[in-house]
C-alpha cells in the first residue's frame, strides 16, 4: 500500500505560478507510473501529467510549455511546476500512481487562479 498527499496549492494570480508535491508513504514509488489529475467544478477529472519510472514525461495539451512535471525517488515525492497560470486551471489537483493493476490516489489540493 503506499499513501499519497498532496501539498502546495493555494489561491493565486492569472500568469503567476505554483508548485504542487506529492509526497508518498508505505512504500518507495520509484517504479510506479505517476500522473497529477484535476477536476473543475461540475467537470471530469481531467488528466494533466505523466511521468514514467524513466522520467518520461507526458502533458495534456493545455498545460504544454506551462507545466512541469517531475519525481525524486530519493525523498519518495512528485511535483508539478505550474507556470503561467490561467483562470481556467482553477480545480483541485490529485496525484495518482499506478504499480502493476494498483491505483492509488491522494486527497488532493486545491488551486485557484483568480484576480
Known amino acids: 500500500q503506499v499513501q499519497l498527499v498532496e501539498s502546495g496549492g493555494g489561491l493565486v494570480q492569472p500568469g503567476g505560478s505554483l508548485r504542487l508535491s506529492c509526497a508518498a508513504s508505505?512504500?518507495?514509488?520509484?517504479?510506479?507510473?505517476m500522473r497529477w489529475y484535476r477536476q473543475a467544478p461540475g467537470k471530469q477529472r481531467e488528466l494533466v501529467a505523466t511521468?514514467?519510472?524513466?522520467?518520461?514525461?507526458v502533458y495534456a495539451d493545455g498545460v504544454k510549455g506551462r507545466f512541469t512535471i517531475s519525481r525524486d525517488d530519493a525523498k519518495n515525492a512528485m511535483y508539478l511546476q505550474m507556470n503561467s497560470l490561467k483562470p481556467e486551471d482553477t480545480a483541485v489537483y490529485y496525484c495518482?500512481?499506478?504499480?502493476?493493476?494498483?491505483?492509488?490516489w491522494g486527497q488532493g489540493t486545491q488551486v485557484t487562479v483568480s484576480s
Open positions: 495518482y500512481a499506478l504499480s502493476g493493476l494498483n491505483t492509488y
Open positions: 511521468i514514467t519510472s524513466g522520467g518520461f514525461a
Open positions: 508505505g512504500r518507495a514509488i520509484s517504479r510506479d507510473l
